[in-house]
């Protein structure tokens, strides 16, 4: 039990830079105090004393903020960093060297009982505000990006970000077998250098499947704007009777702003131009 002790306490120094010293990280780090909370309260649960049990975590929950199930099995040098607001139910399984950031849920969407919860395999790092619901397996080495929901399974390696969570990046993606999979250190930081993971927001270089197909769309169909344009012009020169028409202009005002479609896909860009070549013409 002690070993098991020293390791949660040395997984906080290997995770957290601003960890100092043993009697720092047990005394100020909510994220562990839950964590031995939760090692007692997991005892008292397996011995048949789910009351007091509960009761414990109750007050475990009051001192921390962090609300873990005493029914939830979490392995070895588990981490939740700054940890207010997380939440782990009660048929939650967590692996080994796993990170959770504040705002986290591992909940079910069933009341039936039984298996209802997720289950996070070794070296999972989920982002602060992200919502894991269902009893799913989300594999090893997988990234859950900052508030991302994810209602399905989730491949080993794999990142995953949005609403609902999609999947950006997956180590090895025509592998059927994940069963024996190891993730290899140097691919998970070429793909930490990549897409820029970050536990407390979704980098601006990471990839949004939608978005990207969106503004595919968007720049074809200025580029067949601009050669419409062309063609109109060369028939008018062939045929003065020709009557050429202006296209309907994009209107950047009719779309969302901050951070919507249209700042994602560059609709206001496009707008821009086109009333930029109207003018020239």
């Known amino acids: 039990m002690f070993q098991q002790i020293r390791d949660d306490i040395n997984s906080v120094f290997d995770r957290d830079p601003a960890a100092r ?23 008292l ?5 789910k009351w007091l049990a509960r009761w414990m975590s109750t007050w475990s929950r009051w001192l921390t903020g962090i609300e873990i199930h005493p029914g939830a099995q ?9 940890g207010m607001g997380v939440v782990i139910g009660e048929t939650a399984k967590i692996g080994d060297d796993v990170t959770l950031y504040h ?12 298996k209802r919860h997720p289950t996070l395999e070794d070296d999972v790092i989920v982002g602060a505000g992200a919502k894991i619901l269902g009893p799913f397996t989300v594999g090893k080495g997988a990234k859950i990006g900052s508030n991302a929901v994810v209602t399905k399974e989730v491949p080993a390696g ?29 691919l998970r930081e070429a793909a ?38 062309d063609i109109c012009k060369a028939l008018h020169r062939l045929d003065s009777n020709f009557r050429e028409e202006d296209l309907p202009e994009i209107d950047g005002d009719d779309f969302p702003e901050d951070g919507d479609i249209c700042t994602l896909c560059g ?9 930029s070549k109207k003018k020239q013409d």
């Open 21 to 43: 010293n043993w009697f720092e990280v047990l005394t100020t780090y909510p994220g562990l105090h839950a964590l031995l909370f939760h090692r007692c309260n997991h005892w």
């Open 192 to 229: 930490h250098k990549r897409f820029g993971f970050d536990a407390y927001g979704i980098s601006q270089e990471m990839p949004d499947p939608v978005a990207k197909s969106i503004r595919g769309l968007l720049d074809h169909m200025h580029a067949v704007d601009e050669r419409m344009g």
């Open 158 to 186: 794999a990142t995953v970000v949005g609403i609902p969570g999609r999947i950006v990046m997956r180590a090895q993606p025509d592998m059927d077998d994940q069963e024996d999979f190891q993730v290899d250190p140097a």
């Open 45 to 49: 649960w397996n011995k048949k004393l």
């Open 267 to 275: 609709l206001d860009e496009i707008g821009r131009k086109a009333a």
């Open 74 to 82: 979490i392995g070895q040098r588990f981490f939740i960093d700054h």
């Open 103 to 114: 705002g986290v849920t591992l909940g079910g969407t069933s009341w039936n009982k039984g």
